[in-house]
């Protein structure tokens, strides 16, 4: 991105930029590879002058993370309307958007490296969690969710995290299955949880009451039904 001519700028306009330009050469490449210099150059301004604005590359680094978080957690935000299945899908698309246009910084920030070591992006990171992990409570209709719960949310956000990671390595997964398979993820990791909860149950069930056949998860008991011929009936002694 550059800006083709240079034009002054106030403070804030130019610290924009500035963090639009960085948030852009960090989606392509490593933080750690992505240099002032380089940084300069696609703003059309001096290094000097990006110093004038940031002391370092690592507090802009910080400022165009503190974007893409709000960006990334602004994701999980779907109004709670409609089947729970089609609500997350939704989300997952919008999640897979953001992996598929930050590819190496998303997987430099989510892996850690030199740019990324400091306390104050890892609390961002955790507060892109955070903000997921309470998105979706509000989409189950749980403000004080039981300790299982509170897992199975938890471990799918991280499932979900791992999942793209591992997606961008080699995309040999078509990434709309993906999303769906994320989905039934969820609704796998809470069906274990119902075994052993009352209180998960009930909440299961009351999403699965609402859920239409033709739906996400409609779809998941259907392939889940479609295997049952090749399960070998247990004999009885």
Partial sequence: MTTGVRRRMGVEERRRQLIGVALELFSRRSPEDVSIDEIAVAAGISRPLVYHYFPGKQSLYEAALRRAADELAARFQEPHEGPLGARLL???????DFVEEHGPGFAALMRGGPAVGSSTTN???????QAAYVQILAHL???DPPARLELVVRSWVSLAESTALLWLEGRRIPRAELELQLVHD????AA????YDDEVAAILLGIVAGEPADGPLG????RLASLLPRVPAQRVP
């Fill in 219 to 222: 779809d998941l008991m259907g």
């Fill in 123 to 129: 609390a961002m990171i955790d507060e892109v969690r």
């Fill in 192 to 195: 274990v949880s119902a075994a």
């Fill in 90 to 96: 939704r989300v997952m698309g919008r999640f897979f």
């Fill in 186 to 189: 969820f609704t796998a990791l």
């Fill in 141 to 143: 209709g749980v403000t």
